[in-house]
């Protein structure tokens, strides 16, 4: 199977080039090679690789620099996607969308299920909810496309919850295995409120489990 990876040098990107197993054909992609900001240059790439599965991990995720730079934002995190989407039309390849918890806005007092209205307050959280939708509906109707959902990402957290419904799949991590009631909300046994990001290892063992299943 041959897998492309977007945004190596990322904190998620690099959990994956450290879990896949030895038999993945892999293709590693950065900014350098891949730039979600070059639509056409990602289309001609994916043509001429034709990968079995995209992994897409790069974004622009700085929350406070994507206000100000709303333009390059949509353009990496709605529009890069659906390049790859378009590509991937025309190909056999399958495409695992990374996505994010900012496409709600936390004022939940339960449990997010994939099935909730989006409703991001800000660009990065707009501008990610795009790319789920422009992907989706390129390859939904076609089986070739996964989103997940993830909180920020770090190389440190006790466990995780993992909910799947149809083509999308929530990951969060909480604490002592509480499920998180909001997105940015994660409780103790104490029901004190902690905060936990996503373990990148494990959630990139999950992107493994869900590619390799699907």
């Known amino acids: 199977m041959k897998v492309l990876i977007t945004g190596v040098n990322g904190q ?30 990602c289309k001609q790439s994916l043509e001429e690789l034709n990968p079995d599965w995209v992994i897409n991990c790069a974004a622009f995720t700085n929350v406070d620099q994507a206000e100000n730079n709303p333009k390059e934002a949509y353009s990496i995190n709605a529009y890069g996607p659906l390049a790859i989407a378009e590509a991937l039309l025309k190909k056999k390849g399958k495409l695992l969308q990374i996505s994010t918890d900012y496409v709600f806005d936390g004022n939940g007092n339960s449990p997010y299920k994939t099935s909730h209205k989006k409703s991001p307050l800000g660009v990065y959280g707009a501008s990610k909810s795009l790319g789920e939708d422009n992907v989706l509906g390129r390859l939904k109707n076609k ?48 029901g004190n409120v902690v905060s936990g990001p996503a373990y990148s290892a494990s959630l990139s063992g999950s992107i493994i489990t869900i590619s390799q299943g699907s």
Do not use: Y
């Open 143 to 190: 089986d070739k496309i996964i989103v997940l959902r993830t909180s920020t990402t770090g190389v440190r957290a006790l466990s995780r919850n993992c909910t799947h419904a149809g083509f999308t799949v929530n990951i969060n991590s909480a604490a002592n295995n509480l499920v998180c009631p909001s997105h940015n909300s994660i409780f103790d046994l104490n």
């Open 12 to 41: 998620l990107g690099n959990a994956l080039l450290n879990s896949l197993p030895e038999k993945i054909d892999l293709i590693q992609t950065n900014r350098n090679n891949f730039d979600l900001n070059d639509h056409e240059k």
